[in-house]
């Protein structure tokens, strides 16, 4: 069955004006166009709609989208990877909701509140820096390497941990504005991460960072850490390393 982009949006929810330009930035295209000029869209189309609007679901920006897609090689795959990370959300969500009610009910009853549940659900930084700690453990446990044995001493590895910890801020920020994995900026902050790291003895190249961000995505551990701290963060900085290894 066929479906004019009108009936398309009523089906969907995305506005004809959304439909017009995903189809011009050749995100969506329709599957039959008339002689008129009318755009037809069957089911093909319309199944690869629905995995765009979850994407837009978990805040991905439409470039990044188009490049997931069109990589894309089992569309069940996809979905369920889009189903772990929404679920990822949902739970980070209701936390957050959860706190927000305590809050509320806390202040109805003119009482103070307990300390221990004001950031629950919020700790995403504080998380993080637990998690340098917890990655040893779990790389020590699963690959037989500690990634703290060749550190000098507890003020190199604070320094270490601080600009790690930097840029994957400074990754997170620029997923969240919609940067492109291959804008300046972003190549900005790889460059300075690989400077940073090798200046510190830690021999790294461009193309040894893409394979290890590549490790992070088949990695259950690194993609939960990424994850939780950002979503689609494990694969923007893929992306972006593997575009900043390529010399785009």
């Known amino acids: 069955m066929k479906h004019t982009v009108k009936e398309l949006s009523e089906l969907s929810g995305a506005t004809i004006k959304t439909l017009h330009h995903y189809h011009k930035i050749g995100l969506l295209l329709p599957g ?5 000029g009318y755009r037809y869209y069957g089911r093909r189309e ?4 629905q995995r765009i609007l979850f994407y837009k679901e978990l805040d991905f920006p439409l ?3 188009r490049t997931l897609m069109d990589g894309e090689q ?12 929404l679920q990822e959300r949902r739970k980070r969500l209701d936390a957050v909701i959860g706190t927000l009610t305590k809050t509320l009910e806390s202040m109805e009853k003119g009482e103070a ?7 629950e659900g919020l700790k995403s930084e504080a998380e993080w820096r637990e998690a340098l700690d917890e990655q040893r453990t779990y790389l020590k446990d699963a690959y037989g390497v500690d990634i703290l044995e060749t550190a000098p001493d507890a003020a190199e590895m604070n320094e270490q941990a601080r600009e790690a910890m930097l840029f994957m801020n400074g990754m997170a920020d620029a997923l969240r504005d919609g ?10 902050l790889i460059g300075g991460h ?9 021999a790294i190249t461009p193309e040894s960072f893409a394979a290890q961000t590549a490790f992070f995505l ?7 850490m990424l994850e939780e701290q950002q979503t689609g963060l494990a694969y923007y900085l893929q992306a972006a390393a593997a575009a900043y290894a390529a010399g785009y």
């Open 194 to 202: 690989l400077e940073f790291l090798n200046a510190r003895g830690h």
């Open 113 to 119: 509140m307990q300390v221990s549940e004001m950031f």
């Open 32 to 36: 039959e166009i008339s002689e008129a």
């Open 63 to 65: 470039e990044r989208i």
């Open 74 to 85: 089992d569309p069940r795959e996809a979905l369920g990877g889009q189903k772990r990370l």
């Open 218 to 224: 088949q990695d259950g551990f690194h993609l939960r």
């Open 46 to 49: 319309l199944e690869r709609l």
């Open 179 to 188: 940067a492109m994995h291959t804008d300046m900026r972003v190549r900005e």
